[in-house]
């Protein structure tokens, strides 16, 4: 979409460009932001992570590298940031963390239509709730940011066959629970 226009942009901002870095936070600030409150309900500090984020971008652009993908390479930064800042917010309440991916768990509430209460949304919205969070990851990713194997395979630090085989299995599932006669009588 922004190929080429990213392109120019992060090239400019390696250099410490500060109005292409206005430009990059201008265009990627819904996107990133839309993607951080998929993790957390608390928008607060998903809005703060953004804003140091792009800061330390800013601060360190002389350790910043040419990508083939800004977008990717934003989202897997922020990813990162994001994940940090709530592992933090955790060990902070006294959250003992199980699992370190318990810590970037994607919550469906945030990019599901919750106001939308026909039958057919609500049908949908609650066999999307009962798919793994990195089914529900993947379908966003795929379906919502429109990321290319070869980006999602990046941003989640699997390789590419994994990201093609995660998404087919997803699909499959969400399929098998609209279908199932079981989830049906649920409703």
Same mark, same amino acid.
């Given at each position: 979409?922004?190929?080429?226009?990213?392109?120019?942009?992060?090239?400019?901002?390696?250099?410490?460009?500060?109005?292409?870095?206005?430009?990059?936070?201008?265009?990627?600030?819904?996107?990133?932001?839309?993607?951080?409150?998929?993790?957390?309900?608390?928008?607060?500090?998903? /809005?703060?992570?953004?804003?140091?984020?792009?800061?330390?971008?800013?601060?360190?652009?002389?350790?910043?590298?040419?990508?083939?993908?800004?977008?990717?390479?934003?989202?897997?930064?922020?990813?990162?940031?994001?994940?940090?800042?709530?592992?933090?917010?955790?060990?902070?309440?006294?959250?003992?963390?199980?699992?370190?991916?318990?810590?970037?768990?994607?919550?469906?509430?945030?990019?599901?239509?919750?106001?939308?209460?026909?039958?057919?949304?609500?049908?949908?919205?609650?066999?999307?709730?009962?798919?793994?969070? /990195?089914?529900?990851?993947?379908?966003?990713?795929?379906?919502?940011?429109?990321?290319?194997?070869?980006?999602?395979?990046?941003?989640?630090?699997?390789?590419?066959?994994?990201? /093609?085989?995660?998404?087919?299995?997803?699909?499959?599932?969400?399929?098998?629970?609209?279908?199932?006669?079981?989830?049906?009588?649920?409703?």
């Amino acid at each position: 979409m922004y190929q080429k226009a990213d392109e120019i942009i992060w090239n400019l901002c390696l250099k410490g460009d500060r109005k292409a870095f206005e430009v990059l936070y201008r265009r990627y600030y819904p996107i990133l932001y839309n993607y951080g409150k998929i993790y957390s309900k608390d928008t607060d500090l998903v /809005k703060n992570c953004l804003q140091n984020f792009f800061v330390k971008l800013m601060s360190n652009y002389s350790g910043l590298s040419q990508t083939a993908s800004v977008r990717c390479y934003l989202l897997k930064a922020f990813r990162y940031a994001l994940y940090n800042e709530l592992k933090s917010e955790q060990i902070r309440n006294g959250i003992l963390i199980s699992c370190p991916d318990d810590v970037l768990t994607v919550k469906a509430d945030q990019f599901l239509d919750e106001e939308d209460l026909s039958p057919k949304n609500v049908f949908i919205s609650s066999a999307f709730r009962k798919l793994s969070s /990195k089914q529900q990851e993947i379908l966003y990713l795929y379906y919502i940011r429109e990321l290319n194997h070869d980006e999602i395979s990046d941003l989640l630090n699997i390789n590419y066959q994994s990201s /093609k085989n995660l998404l087919f299995r997803s699909i499959a599932k969400l399929r098998s629970l609209l279908l199932s006669d079981s989830f049906m009588d649920e409703e």
